[in-house]
């Protein structure tokens, strides 16, 4: 959001270089921004590289596309990502507790067998990867 002191000409010149560039402008306040950013883009950071780690150096001779981009942002520099992770800290933590709930009922179908059950949750992963993606517009 931009600030009480922000004129709108300021505004409009900011909305005009993003656009040039090929942005989406996006008014948001810095809660939002950083609730929003440690889900996008701090946790999938974490994320690929706990799969990176995860991953038997073994296996590399069957490591395709999928692996190499799912776990393509773990080669970003942890001299760049400490500060970010470190400054939004909190909101990581909470993108951390939802995933980890997301996994421990995909663990749990798979323990019990309920198949049909892990079939429609990955449904609504279809539909909702669809929607993130923007391929739902």
Known sequence: MPLERTSSHARSLAQDLALAVGAN???IDATTHDQWAAATSHFPYLLASALTLATPTEARPLAGPGLRSTTRIAATSPDMMLDVLQTNSD???QSLARFNQ???AIETLVRQGQ???LHNLLEQAVERQKYLSGAGR
């Open 102 to 104: 997301q996994l421990a």
């Open 91 to 93: 909101e990581l933590m």
């Open 25 to 27: 402008p996006l008014w």
């Open 115 to 117: 198949w049909e059950d």
